[in-house]
């Protein structure tokens, strides 16, 4: 029987075997796709562009809740990384550190995205995301090691996170008045798909039945 053994190169390995990495990999595409978007939009007047990017990260309360939101995920993420540094088990104080900052950070986001839903769709998908991705966090933070029943919590609520920016996107393409309107509208939402994705991969490696856990690579074949 021959055996397959897949090395990636140690940069992917290190990031794809470190939950806390993949989570802060998802907040800076989160935050260089808002930043790009911006610039797209003011037509790469400095000015102009440097206003836009502050307004974006400062400029309403719910802005501000969002801006929170983001630094406390990246607090998290970093007491994850240190947490699974030497892989499992992870440092059990770090460990809940992170879910503790993920569960304030969850909050906040649920704020600034309740006060920026249009429609009672966008509002009720916006309010089942934070409840769970709040309640999953903060109840791993309080039982710690006995919190299998909270691990999934994180993982189910990006789903209606994901829809609302589908239903984002589709309302774009129906009110865009040209095909680079509707791509410079749309950079955002579909960057954030794609931190869903990091974000939801760093969900399932907190999972207590991760494969990853029991084996010295998970590229081995």
């Known amino acids: 029987m021959v055996t397959l053994h897949i090395h990636l190169p140690t940069t992917i390995t290190s990031l794809t075997a470190n939950p ?6 998802g907040n800076w595409l989160a935050i260089s796709a808002a930043i790009a978007q911006q610039v797209t939009l003011t037509s790469n007047d400095a000015e102009q562009t440097f206003t836009a990017v502050a307004a974006y990260f400062f400029g309403s309360w719910p802005a501000v809740f969002v801006t929170f939101a983001t630094l406390t995920f990246f607090i ?3 007491f994850y990384g240190r947490a699974w540094a030497n892989g499992f088990p992870p ?3 770090a460990n ?3 879910h503790l900052w993920s569960a304030l950070g969850a909050v906040s986001l649920g704020f600034g995205l309740v006060c920026f839903a249009q429609g009672p769709a966008a509002l009720a998908l916006a309010t ?3 409840t769970l991705h709040a309640g999953g966090k903060l109840g791993s ?10 691990k999934l919590l994180p993982l189910l609520s990006r789903l209606p996170y994901c829809v609302s920016l589908c239903l984002d996107i589709h309302a774009q393409s ?8 509707f791509i410079s509208f749309s950079i955002l939402p579909l960057a954030l798909i794609g931190c869903t ?10 999972m207590p039945t991760s494969p990853w856990k029991q084996v010295k690579s998970l590229f081995s074949f």
């Open 76 to 78: 998290g993420g970093d």
């Open 96 to 98: 809940r550190a992170g």
């Open 197 to 206: 994705i990091l974000w939801a991969t760093a969900d399932c490696k907190l």
């Open 91 to 93: 440092v059990e104080s």
């Open 141 to 150: 933070a309080v039982f710690g090691e006995s919190d299998v029943d909270f």
């Open 20 to 25: 806390g990495r993949l989570y802060n990999a």
């Open 128 to 130: 089942l995301s934070t």
């Open 174 to 181: 129906v009110i865009a008045t040209s095909t680079s309107e």
